[in-house]
Nanobody, 124 residues
Framework: QVQLVESGGGLVQAGGSLRLSCTAS????????MGWFRQAPGKEREFVAT????????YSADLMKGRFTISRDNAKNMVYLQMNSLRPEDTAVYYC?????????????????WGQGTQVTVSS
């Protein structure tokens, strides 16, 4: 049974930083691309970043503009999202997702497994 468990969310002031973590179990972690998505109230879930199993990353450049960094530790079955210079518009539930294969998917429907999400709230 595949499980993805996010942690690290919380309340932060604008301009602050947070580091989200996602722990994966029940899958061959090093064979999966890992991604982060987010969903704000009343909006569609949107792509944030993804990393291939060998660590090549793709970002939603329009949204993140260099503020976010995705990384992974295959030995620990973990993926991270470092978020800096946070803005109120970054407030959302952030989801970790896994996709089997040797590529870096950016669409929701390309992912096979999802976590339950962690809330990030940025106050102005």
């Amino acid at each position: 049974q595949v499980q993805l468990v996010e942690s690290g969310g919380g309340l932060v002031q604008a301009g602050g930083s947070l580091r989200l973590s996602c722990t994966a179990s029940g899958l061959t972690f090093s064979s999966n691309a890992m991604g982060w998505f987010r969903q704000a109230p009343g909006k569609e879930r949107e792509f944030v970043a993804t990393t291939t199993w060998w660590g090549s990353s793709t970002y939603s450049a329009d949204l993140m503009k260099g503020r976010f960094t995705i990384s992974r530790d295959n030995a620990k079955n973990m993926v991270y999202l470092q978020m800096n210079s946070l803005r109120p518009e970054d407030t959302a539930v952030y989801y970790c997702a896994a996709a089997q294969g040797n590529y870096a998917p950016t669409r929701r429907d390309e992912y096979d497994y999802w976590g339950q999400g962690t809330q990030v709230t940025v106050s102005s």
